[in-house]
């Protein structure tokens, strides 16, 4: 008898004014974890494009937030959307102790290629922030405090979009020999319209990084994730 396959669904936010891109992008990461989990049927679906998450997610499945904190989306909204689901919720994206490892080697690269030392560089990490509460800032400082170790001599600063610091302030007195890494899971409008105004307004002349979500090896993060929580009694919901 052919054993059913497990179930996996990756969830992000979207863009409620454009769900369709966003949830291209989802189901392309999707397909690239599905590389890393044989024997799993790996499903995404965005917040954005309603009724799409109740319609994929099944009991049992596990349900992988590819957010960067557990703020307000991944503990008000989500639960919601997900009352009365028996499934098992993996830890979001941004919180995973592999992600500093991940673009510790993501900044070494780009400052290997550009022929630039460690002890000159200076990374800018570019976050979301929030003002309706601290954790995505704490996600942000925690990434930023376990990353630092990782890249001596290294200086590294934080800059958010929807609060203190502000990117344009903090990028404005970084010089030519610097690297922003957006801390973020997906690409959206705050990545390609207000990540760059703000580093034009402040004159960044450095380089700027995939988001987190899109470094290499970010699949296979995201597969070892889920596995974990489908084994996890914890996780269970």
Known sequence: MTQDPQTAVITAHGQPSAPAPAEADLAATARAVAAHLPGWDVRSATLADTGRLEAVVEDGAVVYPFFMSRGYF????LPGRLQGRAIRMATPF???RGLP??????????????????ESLNLLLAAHGSARGPRAAEAAEDFAARLTPLLPGCTLSLGYVEQDPRLASAAAPLPAQSI?????AQAGDHVKEDLPEALDTAGFGGTVLPVAGALPGAPALIAAAIRHASLDPSASQ
Do not use: E, M, Y
């Open 74 to 77: 991944t503990s008000k909204v």
């Open 180 to 184: 922003c890494l957006p801390f973020f």
């Open 94 to 96: 941004g919180l995973d």
């Open 101 to 118: 490892d991940l673009a510790a080697n993501a900044v070494q690269q780009a400052a290997s290629q550009r022929g630039w030392p460690l």
